[in-house]
């Protein structure tokens, strides 16, 4: 059996990216999505989660970019004084890699981010983390201690083999941008681990990840050659929908009018047709079992 879960990652982040990604699941193929704690538009995305059970949500875990949920005092070596995260990947990597971020830390805020979700009324289907951070091995662990502590057995394998990238953008000589192939290819050497540590701690995960490299650049024609030759078991695309109004334009993201092309990927004419077609089961993290 072929089944596809596809998650509109930043639920949460500004109106424009919630309203995006509840038109990408009305009138589109997208079914689950995942949302940031310390969004400045948490509260509205929860709105939006209520008023529509049928999408799946889980908890886009941050810890680059914005502000701590957990009191700064909590996680001082995670966060300045003021609560701010490191600002970006690089610079929470490098902190992680001179020991500087303690482990502590890192699953305070981490718990907090679900705690916050789950006070709002929902219950989270899965984990996954913003920028990818559980790539990263000390991140990882912190995750799946948390995630197996509160009870929440599905989560994110971020890990996408660069052979199978979906077939999107400008190429050159027929072949990705390095940048996109060197991302993948670094945080594949963690693979072994995760599954390794999911294993342990009974945690569940699709069998296959998509989107990696197609971040920002998500096409319908990417879209069907990805339902031409999914393979069997539980698959999962990330994506990223949305409009972007004013708020987006002023938010510290690369991704803005690309949300857009994505949204209308996403809700191409044809595309659930598509996907019964071909037999595939489009479900959200509930469920993966």
Same mark, same amino acid.
């Given at each position: 059996? %072929? ?10 982040? !500004? ?17 689950? $999505? ?47 004084? &003021?609560? %701010? +995260?490191?600002?970006? @990947?690089?610079? +929470?990597?490098? %902190? ?10 890192? /699953?305070?805020?981490?718990?907090? #981010? ?14 996954? $983390?913003? %920028? ?10 912190? =995750? ?19 052979? &199978? ?7 050159? &000589? ?5 940048? #996109?192939?060197? @991302?993948?290819?670094?945080?594949? !050497?963690?693979?072994? @681990? ?23 650049? =998500? #096409? ?5 050659? =990805?339902? /031409? ?28 009018? #690309?949300?857009?092309? *994505? ?13 019964? *077609? ?10 993966? &079992?």
């Amino acid at each position: 059996m %072929k089944t596809l879960i596809v998650n509109g990652d930043d639920f949460g982040l !500004t109106r424009g990216v919630n309203a995006g990604i509840v038109r990408a699941f009305s009138e589109g193929i997208l079914t689950s $999505t995942t949302l940031m704690a310390n969004g400045d538009a948490f509260d509205d995305a929860v709105a939006l989660a209520r008023a529509n059970p049928g999408l799946g949500v889980g908890c886009h875990l941050v810890l680059v970019g914005g502000h701590t949920v957990a009191p700064a005092g909590d996680v001082p070596s995670l966060a300045d004084k &003021n609560g %701010k +995260l490191p600002g970006s @990947l690089l610079a +929470l990597v490098g %902190k992680l890699g001179c020991g500087m971020i303690h482990n502590r830390d890192i /699953e305070t805020e981490l718990r907090a #981010q679900i705690e916050r979700v789950r006070r709002a009324g929902i219950e989270p289907t899965h984990v996954d $983390t913003h %920028k990818h951070t559980h790539s990263h091995p000390r991140v990882m662990e912190a =995750l799946v201690r948390v995630a197996g502590e509160m009870g929440i057995r599905r989560v994110r394998k971020p890990f996408e083999d660069p052979r &199978n990238f979906l077939a999107v953008g400008p190429r050159r &000589n027929g072949r990705l941008p390095v940048k #996109q192939r060197a @991302l993948a290819a670094a945080a594949r !050497t963690a693979a072994p @681990l995760f599954r390794r540590l999911a294993k342990s701690h009974g945690l569940l995960t699709p069998d296959h990840f998509y989107g990696l490299g197609a971040t920002g650049r =998500l #096409q319908r024609e990417a879209i069907l050659d =990805l339902l /031409e030759r999914l393979p069997d078991g539980a698959s999962e695309l990330m994506c990223h929908p949305g409009i972007c109004d004013a708020d987006l334009e002023r938010t510290p993201t690369r991704l803005k009018r #690309q949300r857009e092309a *994505e949204l209308a990927a996403l809700t191409g004419a044809g595309l659930r047709e598509a996907v019964a *077609e071909r037999g595939i089961r489009l479900v959200s993290y509930r469920e993966l &079992n």
